[in-house]
């Protein structure tokens, strides 16, 4: 009930609805072999029979999308350009497409079709008739312009007219029986004598084999039989485009029941023994109840087969008969005739005509009831209507046919009004057309100018979709390297937002925490990681808040040793937005510099352990380290001794020209000298002879070079 209310009371629903009922269902040459058999055993002899300037008018109904309609004009533009020959639209042929389906007209006037009709149209057809556009295929103008495409009702709109070849394919099994029975009859009279219809193998002409042969029974081709009597539309009230007076009986006489009574059998006993013989007919004259016997007074007219009184009125009844029905139709006010002699069986008699308004029917439709009445036995005739003797019969016979003409005269002034009242409604509407044209002429040159601004912009859009595809390519190459780059630098890499959730990751970044693809947007807190006894977030935040990078290192819990380096996620317009965490192995430096610190600890047991005094001397001749036996010899301590230039210990106790030049010649040269003896005062035993002696330890890339010297003093003075 909601939804009928909202069709009630809304128009675009009502449409949708109706767009939503209907089937648009076609493709391009559906049923190949049947397309084969048109072009050469239909198609072809039309064409050759045809006279120089007779059109070849063909008409496609219910095209839908029109595939249909364009898959015959391509069958026909073979026939008249085989390949070779110059193209253009040949003169002399007609193709009407028509359709319920405004919408589906729309893009059967557009020519526009998806990639898919390819494998249908086949590649040959698809090369010669159609060109690639974005997103499909469109159908070239020549086999466009063949085609006339209309918005058609094939039930209550006119039929277009000398058809020669009707194809109406899958339509009618969406109708009832009642309307195909209709539609049969209504194509039979579009087409031209010898006409063909095409129907689908799921189709056929029914009831209907007096008006159709077969011609090809596998893909449904009938031929037209030329009637005896000349075509006529079959006529139903219910066709939007006939006069509204006209009508049509109803299939059945309606059925009135009433309880049965007593008064009721007497009035139909008295109506049947005493009442005139009549007729119940519409405003037309059109008979839908008879009552009595009506046979003296009529009988069925010639031709085709019609309930219309006039035409069914036997000879002297129809011109007064034909007067008083349109008399009474358009004033309403009963009519009756005199007296009019009428033959049946051999036989004259007089009867009068009487035509009167009856009650309207529940569906409104006002009626006509018409009666026969015969004078009683022994009634006066007027004496001017009886000739009592064949010197009479002249008179009378001239008097009748200038009655008959004054009732020509009536009708015939009663036509031209009417013709000239419908030649004002033709003018009328015909400027109407003329100005409804204008209006599309202009609507079509606006059109003209939007399809220019439209093309145009089409070329820019593909302009900056080509540019747009470089830029795709450009950026799918950055990040292929990118990726690689990567991949091959060996680094942990971590790419936080501004609320630490994880945007991306390298593989070696596993190695620090615990990452599968999944956790790419979970929050940097939620993941558990191998480091021991450490949260890189604090520091995190700190590069966020300070915008100061910092480095730190850190070990997992399997021992191995990373250079942990947070900095800003700065993008390309120096705005921060999140961290990056790399993670260096720095496992070898650690090896090494533990090996350095082994080394040297060695190096100063080592030292500790000689009796003599010893100093370590680096390139520039300043004390790397002392023995404790020199502590001891040369009374000082290490914080006088470690750092300073030998020429500058113990008051310069050591700043000697001739070991000056010993040492300098020992590092220019990496030498050695032994036995070079030096005299002293110490402050405890007076002038002591010191013996010394220098090594060169050479260096390399991980190590300074180094200098040894021993000092062995004389103890014979002691």
């Not at 990078?549 to 040793?561: A, D, F, M, R, Y």
């Amino acid at each position: 009930d909601d939804y009928l209310r909202l069709l009630q009371g809304s128009a675009e629903e009502c449409k949708s609805l109706f767009s939503e009922l209907l089937i648009n269902v076609t493709q391009f040459f559906r049923d190949p072999a049947a397309f084969t058999v048109m072009q050469r055993q239909i198609l072809q002899p039309m064409i050759d029979a045809k006279a120089g300037d007779e059109p070849l008018r063909v008409w496609i109904a219910g095209c839908a999308t029109g595939e249909e309609a364009y898959s015959v004009a391509i069958v026909l533009y073979e026939l008249l350009h085989p390949q070779g020959q110059a193209a253009g639209v040949a003169p002399g042929i007609q193709v009407f497409a028509t359709d319920l389906d405004a919408d589906a007209i729309s893009i059967a006037r557009a020519g526009v079709y998806p990639l898919s009709v390819a494998r249908d149209v086949g590649a040959e057809r698809l090369e010669r008739y159609f060109s690639r556009v974005e997103g499909g295929y469109r159908v070239k103008k020549e086999i466009r312009e063949m085609i006339v495409f209309a918005v058609q009702n094939v039930i209550k709109d006119p039929p277009f007219t000398r058809i020669d070849l009707l194809c109406c394919r899958n339509l009618m099994i969406y109708l009832g029986h009642a309307l195909q029975n209709r539609l049969i009859p209504t194509f039979h009279y579009a087409l031209k004598p010898d006409g063909v219809l095409f129907l689908s193998p799921s189709e056929s002409i029914g009831g209907h084999a007096t008006l159709f042969t077969p011609l090809q029974r596998k893909w449904k081709f009938y031929r037209a039989v030329k009637t005896r009597t000349p075509k006529s539309m079959p006529m139903d009230s219910t066709l939007s485009w006939l006069p509204s007076p006209i009508s049509r009986p109803p299939d059945c006489p309606a059925t009135m029941t009433k309880e049965t009574n007593i008064a009721e059998l007497t009035r139909r006993a008295l109506l049947q023994d005493f009442g005139p013989a009549s007729v119940v007919t519409d405003l037309t004259g059109n008979i839908l109840y008879v009552h009595g016997d009506t046979g003296r007074y009529l009988r069925p007219a010639p031709g085709q087969p019609s309930l219309n009184v006039v035409e069914m009125a036997r000879e002297g009844l129809q011109l007064d008969l034909r007067s008083a029905v349109q008399r009474a139709a358009l004033s309403a006010e009963p009519t009756a005739t005199r007296p009019l002699p009428v033959s049946s069986d051999g036989a004259t008699r007089w009867v009068s005509l009487s035509v009167r308004r009856m009650g309207n029917t529940a569906q409104g439709e006002q009626l006509l009831l018409i009666t026969f009445q015969e004078p009683a036995s022994g009634a006066d005739i007027p004496p001017d209507a009886v000739p009592d003797t064949a010197a009479h019969l002249a008179p009378e016979r001239v008097r009748l046919l200038e009655h008959d003409l004054a009732y020509t005269r009536e009708n015939l002034q009663a036509t031209i009004d009417e013709l000239q009242h419908l030649n004002e409604e033709l003018g009328a509407a015909n400027e109407e057309m003329q100005s409804t044209n204008e209006e599309l002429q202009s609507s079509n040159e606006e059109l003209e100018t939007s399809r220019e601004e439209l093309q145009s912009v089409n070329e820019e859009l593909v302009t900056v979709n080509a540019e747009l595809q470089t830029k795709i390519e450009q950026l799918g190459d950055m990040q292929n390297d990118m990726k690689n780059l990567l991949d091959s630098i060996n680094i942990g890499t971590i790419f936080l937002d501004t609320k630490l959730i994880i945007r991306r990751f390298t593989r070696d970044a596993v190695k620090i925490y615990r990452l599968i693809p999944k956790d790419v947007g979970r929050p940097l807190a939620d993941i558990s990681s191998y480091i021991h006894s450490m949260d890189l977030l604090v520091p995190a935040q700190e590069v966020l808040d300070m915008l100061i990078p910092q480095e730190i290192e850190l070990c997992t819990v399997s021992g191995n040793w990373f250079l942990a380096r947070l900095a800003p996620y700065r993008t390309l317009d120096n705005v921060i937005d999140g961290v990056v965490m790399t993670f260096h192995d720095i496992n070898s430096r650690i090896a090494n510099q533990k090996a350095v610190q082994a080394a040297r600890e060695l190096a100063e047991a080592i030292v500790d352990t000689v009796i003599e005094p010893l100093l370590v001397l680096d390139e520039d001749l300043c004390v790397v380290s002392a023995s404790r036996s020199y502590y001891r010899t040369f009374p000082t301590t290490e914080p006088l001794t470690t750092g300073r230039t030998l020429f500058e210990l113990n008051n310069r106790l050591w700043d000697i020209p001739a070991l000056r030049q010993k040492l300098g010649t020992l590092l220019e040269n990496d030498t050695s000298f032994d036995g070079f003896v030096v005299e002293h005062e110490l402050t405890d035993a007076g002038p002591r002879a010191i013996t010394l002696n220098a090594r060169r330890v050479v260096g390399d890339a991980t190590r300074p070079h180094l200098i040894l010297l021993a000092m062995q003093p004389d103890t014979s003075h002691a």
